[in-house]
């Protein structure tokens, strides 16, 4: 309806994001071409980030999607933690070939989407939602599909029109 307020969303490079996750910054473009609020950060940048969507939500609750590649996918599952301790909800987390070490998805998280290669050293994290998470789970191993790379993988049209059209 006309009266839900608008998804903000949030986007994160990969470390040496502006060389190698340039398909962040282009579908953070198509978002926003499609009249959606959304600003591309670096991964390094997470936590200032997280504070300000905190404050935005508090003054004006809309609706937040995360979306990251590499580091900047365990970034969005480290900022839904911070926003979790805060009683806010995510509607949307996307992360895109996310690093080793991410934390599970945390439980305010609504819907959780992980597009990842499971032979992938740069990335990989194959995220597994915490124990007792109510939220819908999906999971997609593209290791099997030629010529998909950590560093190609954010930047794969279908995905990016899969995305524009969920959120």
Do not use: W
């Amino acid at each position: 309806s006309s009266d839900q307020p608008r998804a903000r969303v949030y986007l994160f490079r990969g470390a040496l994001g502006p060389i190698f996750s340039r398909g962040i910054d282009r579908l953070g473009a198509e978002l926003r071409h499609a009249g959606i609020t959304a600003n591309v950060y670096e991964f390094t940048r997470c936590d200032a980030i997280a504070d300000t969507a905190i404050a935005t939500y508090r003054q004006n609750p809309a609706p937040i999607v995360l979306i990251g590649h590499s580091m900047g996918g365990r970034c969005g599952l480290q900022f839904a933690e911070k926003l979790q301790a805060r009683h806010i909800p995510v509607n949307l987390l996307v992360t895109i070939d996310p690093a080793h070490l991410s934390p599970n998805v945390p439980l305010n998280v609504e819907r959780f989407i992980n597009i990842f290669l499971a032979n992938s050293i740069l990335g990989g994290g194959n995220i597994q939602p915490a124990p007792g998470f109510q939220g819908h789970y999906a999971s997609y191993d593209l290791s099997q599909h030629g010529g998909v790379f950590h560093i190609t993988i954010d930047k794969i049209e279908t995905i990016h029109r899969q995305l524009v059209d969920k959120i």
